[in-house]
């Protein structure tokens, strides 16, 4: 069976982290790409240590068109505000993503732009996603892009 090739973006962060940590283990997936603006040219384990020997894949700048090419899934750990965007180009591009930040957490753009205090930037997309609790939604994210 082909490995699933994840990228991370925003690769530099706690969340990046575990998101690595977790799928170094895992048997069907595989990190193939990761990105940072503030670190890239260093490989993912400078940046965390923890993956000395595990994960040492070169940490370059997003490129959606090169990004695209490379994975099937994006594990998007840039903080709200700054996902939707990026969450935006790679739907288009068709890679499915698992998005950690609050930008499509929330059903509504009113109480989003309201606690959130920003415009979302991508309000129609808002509402039409899985929360990702496979304990609830399993069946629904097995479909979702």
């Known amino acids: 069976m082909k ?9 530099t962060g706690y969340t990046a982290l575990e998101v690595a940590r977790l799928l170094e283990a895992h048997s069907q997936a595989s990190v193939v790409a990761a ?6 040219g260093e490989a993912l384990s400078q940046v965390h240590p923890s993956l000395s020997g595990r994960c040492e894949i070169e940490i ?4 959606i068109e090169t990004f695209a090419d490379r994975c099937d899934v994006a594990m ?14 790679l739907v288009q591009h068709g890679v499915r993503v698992i998005d950690f930040s609050a930008d499509f ?5 009113d ?3 309201h606690w959130y205090e920003i415009q979302h930037p ?14 609830f939604f399993a ?3 097995r479909d979702a892009d």
Request: charged residues 20%; proline residues 5%.
């Open 3 to 11: 490995k699933i090739r994840v990228g991370i973006i925003g690769a």
């Open 35 to 40: 990105t940072s603006r503030a670190h890239a």
């Open 60 to 63: 370059k700048n997003f490129s």
């Open 76 to 89: 998007c750990c840039l903080p709200h505000g700054a996902s939707a965007e990026t969450v935006q180009q």
């Open 105 to 109: 957490r929330l059903s509504d753009v």
């Open 111 to 113: 109480i989003y732009e």
């Open 122 to 135: 991508w309000p129609e997309r808002v509402g039409s996603t899985v929360y990702g609790m496979p304990e």
């Open 139 to 141: 069946d629904e994210i």
